[in-house]
């Protein structure tokens, strides 16, 4: 059911991250929006929001509390719902939510199926091979080309990717994902591609089924460590826009990739409704996808929703009543940085339930944003619960000031093991 005009709304969004605070405090900001629940939420998105403790994968718990509190709009944050077809599931109950269905967000939930509609329709990325055999693929690397990328199938926390220098590194991969199972049922099968070099650049987009409608640029940092040294991780900040993401490259991507991947999804009876979220490397050869994503990246949505100039409530209605081409999507003239602040040991081992002191400072300055990420209420105090525990963001009239905002930001808050990167956004004096 579609709402009146003038009516405000209640709102539901599923997750408990980052990325579902920055979506919670962009809805907030919307007239549209009268009560906002999460489920389950996290300490920070509960100071906007109504923290409901049911999780992200009860999907009947999930409707049956949207049908009971008379939810006018639902939010997906979360890669594994839309996986296993939380969409669906509201949609059979006639409840409005924004999304992909589960047939449309097989585009993250399969890197070989995603690759395979690549190849399908000459949509530009690495070559690659799928393998359900370990032996097979071990046959492969025999003959193949150093260094290589090993990616397990399924989803794996952003982490399910392996960059082998050599032979014997590939082959102990191998072992890792298929035989180990090191990243569960997502290594039952396995895609092996060639090694790409050059710039990465993250896009996000909205889309309604038919149109596609891009967001600014943004450049995540998935390496734990300064100089993109240590393990990969969820992310420990980004930027926005990118340097690297010229008119030229936009122009390239819209004609190549942009549509024509809209256009596959729609062509194998797979519409796809949300967010498209496409990672990029800008080889010599021109841009090319490294992977889609069927929702907001996280970091990245904390230095893109603040930019953005629309009510982000008004955009997604778009979407799920197809009527994306109307919207005039705009972003401020300016940049945002977000440095995540972890616990020592993230992402691999870590303690949690330390006090975090500073957060007020935030409530009073204007352009600076504190989303949490791994929080929660402990007898009155907010506490560390996660390896991600806060993406500190900061907006400035260029990415160099808003890089030193944001570190600056980084000093108000406290608490202990507090770890983070001190190179987010160095690449912007490469630019």
Known sequence: MKMEEGLTMKLLIVGSGGREHAIAQ?????PKVDKIYCAPGNAGIGQIAECVPI??????KLASFAKEQAIDFTIIGMDDPLVGGIVDVFESQGLRVFGPRKNAAILEGSKAFSKDLMKKYHIPTAAYETFDDP???????ETAKMPIVLKADGLALGKGVLICSTLEEAKAGVKEI???KKFGSAGNHMVVEEFMTGREVSVLSFVDGKTIKIMSSAQDHKRAQDGDQGLNTGGMGTFSPSPFYTQEVDEFCQKYIYQPTVDAMAAEGRPFTGIIFFGLM????????LEYNARFGDPEAQVVLPRMKNDMIEVMEACVDGRLSEVDLQFEDNAAVCVVLASEGYPVAYEKNFPIRGLERFEAEEGYYC???????????IVTNGGRVLGVTAKGADLKEARANAYQATEWVQFDNKYMRHDIGKAIDEA
């Open 55 to 60: 999780g992200a994968m009860e999907f009947d």
């Open 282 to 289: 800008l080889t010599e050869e021109g841009p090319k996808v």
């Open 26 to 30: 962009s809805a907030a900001k919307s």
């Open 178 to 180: 298929m035989e180990d």
């Open 371 to 381: 989303f949490h990420a791994g929080t929660a209420k402990k007898d009155g105090e």
């Open 135 to 141: 032996a097979k693929a071990l046959a492969y690397l």
